[in-house]
Nanobody
């Protein structure tokens, strides 16, 4: 089993920044993908960004150039640096770890961007 604890959300004004963290523990394999998804009220959960254990990153078009995902494999921790935040970034952000055929989820952290 894998446990994920995500943190770092909060309330910020448009144009501001936040940094999310996701700490993974348990049975973690060397090869995996960590990422962040978000879900706004009334909308489906969507991928924001992901990073493989080898460092390959992927971003949603809406966040490219504003968000940066990174990870520290020694600490099994992923980070999402969010800059130039917009009101439409408001959502619950969920950390995700995928290894083999299993997906694990954090409890979610609320990000609210005021205009």
């Amino acid at each position: 089993q894998v446990q994920l604890v995500d943190s770092g959300g909060g309330l910020v004004q448009a144009g501001g920044s936040l940094r999310l963290s996701c700490a993974a523990s348990g049975s973690i394999f060397n090869i995996n993908v960590m990422g962040w998804y978000r879900q706004a009220p009334g909308k489906q959960r969507e991928l924001v960004a992901s990073v493989t254990s080898g460092g390959i990153t992927n971003y949603a078009t809406s966040v490219k150039g504003r968000f940066t995902i990174s990870r520290d494999n020694a600490k099994n921790t992923a980070y999402l640096q969010m800059n130039s935040l917009k009101p439409e970034d408001t959502a619950v952000y969920y950390c995700n770890l995928g290894q083999r055929i299993t997906q694990y989820w954090g409890q979610g952290t609320q990000v609210t961007v005021s205009s």
